[in-house]
């Protein structure tokens, strides 16, 4: 593939990009989306041509598949799938960026980008991947920051309860329970991912929910005392059979929906055991990690530091090669993936 | 029926109680409860004797005639049920009660009852009916206090949904809203009562349930804008048609669970428009008052200042005769009451 040749010049050559083809009904399917070819785009006046070299594939995207408003517009039919996304810059006008940088930014599933340069940062060099800028210092691990000290609040000897706790949000959230001197316990899928978050992440238990036919026999086995702060990346179901287990002002995050992103409302299963919400003086509340803006380079030095002194592990799950994008999104939704989930644009 | 004649000294006469007679089964019936005629309590050794004059009826009180522990500890069979009741000391050797003073405390369904004076407080002399004690300065005023102001915090301009909300909590919850320059609108059962909520309480609409098959379309008529809080007293199938026209931010203020007391939490309708708690940032948090004792003298002076001034009205539904406690208190769940329910002993 050829690089971009300067503002104003047409640049050469074509590259790939995935469009939404139809939307979902139910679990998204491959046919859902449109690989398609179209000319690389040109230097913009002023701005400049991006090369992606990760791309993310996020569960949270399939809320923007359907014809509903979520906490984004809906994609139109035949627009490029939105992901978060890390390259290298091939050319720039734009003062802030020079040829070589990797930046940061949200070009979605395609090969290639141009821009004015808004949205988008550039990677700081702190000896980690560059991936790492759209994964556990991305939104994934900004969802599990604030989240995390924001709404759960562990303290010290509290018990957490994180779902899809060896995900990217997850991981990153438990470890900071634990930081926060909280008794962390993990639900995922399968012993892999089990012995991980016991055995590397040094979590106090986890329960594998496909060994688990009573997810709230299973949870209060591992959490005797009750449940101080749930973390949830799962849905109503999850959290249902939490609720009884919820001790005196507990808190939960509804960080994510995984289990009910693929079917309407009306169809998910129904919170029902809420009389704990007055019982037990329970707070839910939902985040989005973009409202706290402001507050991203704090949350930047405390995620590195924690990196750095060995506190905070992450795991990436890279597919490689741009044409595996919509199979690897469609794979998060049965557990495929064991870390934060990327491809690698080879 | 005679007055009690001193310490030590066994009083004559008999009084009447009732008692738990079984766990009701959905719908509480009058034979749930059992009415018996026991001896007057004697006068305890530095404590007071007391003739209740009003007792409450709550819809709370029915998760307490269950063997699952709510709120609070379920009752035992054979057991007083649990009421707020304001009586008149008719003796005491307590220090800080004396014969004739007006005392707020939660005697129960009982006509007369003796007390080491723990738990009890003396009416003050407001210029208001003792019975407010327990009303719109008891438990159901407070409630409306602090689950108005520390969950749901209505800005001005704001839209405050209140159900329930000609009852003793959401009537004075609503008014709390409009004080803090809310807009709100009310959800009643009949003409009478919405009249009532728009009339004499000024809200700015109040939607008749009983005449609404689309209560979700009917919330979105009468609050154009959204609503940024609710204020629930009906439980979960309100909630859930409410949850689609909640605000960005919005509030949820879990006050109580009427529809759903009666019947076990897997028979319960489900919240399943939850995916509102993150595409709208939601926050929904239950709330009992007993949490915020030591605010109450606050509290209290705010709630008189306000009905002084003129801003906060209460209605009370008084019943005539103990021995229609039971239907009394099996009517808030048809909503026959309008307005604080007591009963008044003559």
């Given at each position: 593939m050829s690089a971009a040749t300067g503002s104003g010049t047409a640049t050469t050559g074509m590259h790939r990009r995935f469009v939404l083809a139809r939307r979902p009904d139910g679990l998204p399917q491959v046919d859902d989306f449109r690989l398609e070819s179209v000319p690389l785009p040109t230097l913009p006046a002023g701005g400049l041509l991006v090369r992606n070299r990760f791309v993310s594939v996020d569960p949270g995207t399939r809320g923007?598949?359907?014809?509903?408003?979520?906490?984004?517009?809906p994609l139109a039919l035949g627009e490029v799938i939105q992901a978060a996304t890390v390259g290298t810059v091939e050319a720039s006008e734009h003062p802030k960026f020079k040829a070589g940088d990797w930046v940061a930014a949200a070009f979605g599933w395609q090969e290639w980008a141009a821009s004015d340069g808004r949205g988008i940062r550039v990677v700081p060099d702190n000896g980690l991947s560059p991936s790492?800028?759209?994964?556990?210092?991305g939104i994934p691990g900004l969802t599990a920051y604030f989240g995390?000290?924001?709404?759960?609040?562990?303290?010290p000897g509290e018990t957490v309860l994180v779902t899809s706790a060896a995900g990217a949000v997850g991981s990153a959230a438990g470890q900071i329970a634990m930081i926060r001197g909280a008794r962390v316990v993990g639900v995922a899928g399968g012993p892999a991912k089990c012995a991980w978050l016991t055995g590397t992440l040094g979590f106090a238990g986890a329960i594998d929910h496909r060994a688990v036919s009573d997810m709230t026999a299973a949870v209060?086995?591992?959490?005797?005392?009750g449940v101080d702060v749930l973390f949830d990346n799962v849905g109503n179901a999850m959290i249902d059979s939490v609720l009884p287990l919820m001790k005196r002002g507990g808190r939960i995050v509804v960080c994510g929906q995984m289990a009910d992103y693929n079917r309407p409302a009306e169809q998910a299963p129904g919170l029902r055991n809420t009389r704990a919400f007055i019982g037990q003086r329970l707070t839910m509340r939902g985040l989005v990690a973009f409202d706290h803006v402001r507050q991203y380079p704090q949350a930047w030095a405390d995620l590195t530091g924690w990196i750095r002194a060995g506190r905070l592990k992450y795991r990436e799950d890279v597919v490689e090669g741009f044409e595996h994008l919509p199979q690897a999104f469609i794979g998060l939704f049965t557990?495929?993936?064991?870390?934060?989930?990327l491809v690698h644009l080879r």
């Amino acid at each position: 593939m050829s690089a971009a040749t300067g503002s104003g010049t047409a640049t050469t050559g074509m590259h790939r990009r995935f469009v939404l083809a139809r939307r979902p009904d139910g679990l998204p399917q491959v046919d859902d989306f449109r690989l398609e070819s179209v000319p690389l785009p040109t230097l913009p006046a002023g701005g400049l041509l991006v090369r992606n070299r990760f791309v993310s594939v996020d569960p949270g995207t399939r809320g923007r598949l359907g014809d509903r408003e979520t906490y984004a517009q809906p994609l139109a039919l035949g627009e490029v799938i939105q992901a978060a996304t890390v390259g290298t810059v091939e050319a720039s006008e734009h003062p802030k960026f020079k040829a070589g940088d990797w930046v940061a930014a949200a070009f979605g599933w395609q090969e290639w980008a141009a821009s004015d340069g808004r949205g988008i940062r550039v990677v700081p060099d702190n000896g980690l991947s560059p991936s790492t800028a759209i994964g556990v210092l991305g939104i994934p691990g900004l969802t599990a920051y604030f989240g995390m000290l924001d709404i759960g609040a562990p303290q010290p000897g509290e018990t957490v309860l994180v779902t899809s706790a060896a995900g990217a949000v997850g991981s990153a959230a438990g470890q900071i329970a634990m930081i926060r001197g909280a008794r962390v316990v993990g639900v995922a899928g399968g012993p892999a991912k089990c012995a991980w978050l016991t055995g590397t992440l040094g979590f106090a238990g986890a329960i594998d929910h496909r060994a688990v036919s009573d997810m709230t026999a299973a949870v209060a086995a591992a959490c005797p005392e009750g449940v101080d702060v749930l973390f949830d990346n799962v849905g109503n179901a999850m959290i249902d059979s939490v609720l009884p287990l919820m001790k005196r002002g507990g808190r939960i995050v509804v960080c994510g929906q995984m289990a009910d992103y693929n079917r309407p409302a009306e169809q998910a299963p129904g919170l029902r055991n809420t009389r704990a919400f007055i019982g037990q003086r329970l707070t839910m509340r939902g985040l989005v990690a973009f409202d706290h803006v402001r507050q991203y380079p704090q949350a930047w030095a405390d995620l590195t530091g924690w990196i750095r002194a060995g506190r905070l592990k992450y795991r990436e799950d890279v597919v490689e090669g741009f044409e595996h994008l919509p199979q690897a999104f469609i794979g998060l939704f049965t557990g495929d993936n064991f870390g934060r989930r990327l491809v690698h644009l080879r």
